[in-house]
């Protein structure tokens, strides 16, 4: 999470004197805020924590501190007792003044236990002393802990407040511009929702072709769909498939530099207007102007598209599909062979909007959330 908010704070640096970029500053401001109330969030259930183990630490030290009183007293009580028994003779005498030889026996083996126990008692009260300190120690640790978590936590939220006081400027300053900027947003939107039905409809071409080869070869035939209606893969591309799979929650950022998502998947309400409802097919990535895109592991291209300043790659890793969209420049063409990692194109760089790149990932026609995909 603090990763996350570096990388904001380094991407609202680069639009702080750009005066087009109210948008994009908005879309920043709004994911810093969430993310670093998540962060004081967890700074409180820390101090929780650490306040139960206080507590706890201060029980402990009071049972201790009574066992070690206990055992004190015990010690000198017993030590008080063998003194007034031994007033008259040492030990030496004691055992001379035995009546028989076994008993002289008895008495030395006596001296010889309570020497013994006494080493005994006094290394426990040692070890209980011991005890009783490293307690007072942990506490005072746990004390300094929390002291720093709350002035960790004090400060955060400082910043929290200073972040959305400056969110409520730009949204006011926005208010002038309310309509066109709407119909700027309404016009992106427009076009993102006919590049995916566009995708869409490559992806049931594909599958298509690929049920209709598996057909021709008959019963011989090596290709397998993973999911009813769903892609007819050759053995090459299960394998593939497979191995994608495998790597759920471990797939490389699509996006060089300082990055965040500033667009969550699937439906919800829009992060300006709460009384729209957004349904995004993957995630936005807030970039670095002109930041390059990598592809998140080996695949295929099998489509491009041209459109200006929304350009589109669809890589296919088997019976799954990576989509980079959003787009200026494009380094790759259909039927080109990518590896884990391959620079395939450019974020395109809206003056108001910012630079965003969209990423989606299907499996058989069925959008997934990119961000349960790649790596934290």
Not at 48 to 63: D, H, P, Y
Not at 115 to 142: F, G, T
Request: charged residues 35%; aromatic residues 6%; positive net charge.
């Amino acid at each position: 999470m603090n990763k996350e908010i570096k990388e904001t704070t380094a991407l609202l640096k680069q639009t702080e004197n750009n005066s087009k970029s109210q948008v994009s500053r908005i879309n920043l401001l709004t994911r810093q805020i969430e993310a670093r109330s998540e962060v004081i969030a967890l700074l409180l259930e820390e101090t929780k924590i650490f306040e139960k183990e206080i507590t706890a630490l201060g029980k402990e030290i009071e049972k201790l501190r009574i066992e070690y009183g206990e055992k004190q007293k015990q010690y000198g009580k017993a030590l008080q007792t063998m003194q007034r028994g031994r007033k008259a003779q040492d030990k030496i005498l004691f055992v001379l003044s035995a009546e028989s030889f076994s008993q002289s026996l008895r008495r030395m083996r006596y001296l010889r236990e309570y020497s013994s126990w006494q080493r005994i008692q006094a290394q426990s009260i040692k070890n209980k002393q011991m005890e009783l300190q490293a307690k007072r120690d942990e506490l005072e640790q746990k004390k300094k802990a929390k002291a720093s978590l709350l002035a960790q936590k004090e400060e955060e939220s400082l910043t929290l407040k200073k972040e959305e006081q400056e969110r409520q400027v730009k949204l006011g300053e926005m208010k002038k511009e309310e309509k066109r900027l709407r119909d700027l947003i309404a016009g992106k939107r427009k076009s993102i929702d006919e590049l995916n039905r566009q995708i869409e409809e490559h992806i049931a071409r594909e599958i298509e072709a690929s049920q209709k080869a598996q057909k021709a070869e008959g019963a011989a035939s090596e290709r397998k769909s993973e999911t009813p209606g769903g892609l007819a893969m050759t053995k090459q591309e299960q394998k593939l498939s497979s191995s994608f799979g495998e790597n759920k929650g471990r797939l490389p950022y699509p996006v060089s530099g300082s990055s965040t998502v500033v667009d969550a998947f699937g439906v919800h309400p829009h992060r300006r207007e709460r009384q729209v409802t957004v349904d995004n097919k993957g995630i936005d990535i807030q970039t670095e102007a002109s930041a390059r895109v990598k592809v998140v592991f080996n695949g295929v291209v099998t489509w491009t598209s041209s459109a200006r300043n929304d350009m589109a790659v669809v890589v296919k890793h088997g019976n799954y599909i990576t989509v980079y969209a959003n787009l200026d420049e494009i380094y790759v063409k259909k039927g080109d062979r990518v590896s884990i990692g391959q620079q395939i194109g450019r974020v395109y760089n809206d003056e108001e909007l910012g630079s965003i790149l969209r990423f989606q990932l299907q499996r058989d026609k069925i959008w997934q959330n990119p961000a349960h995909w790649i790596k934290k």
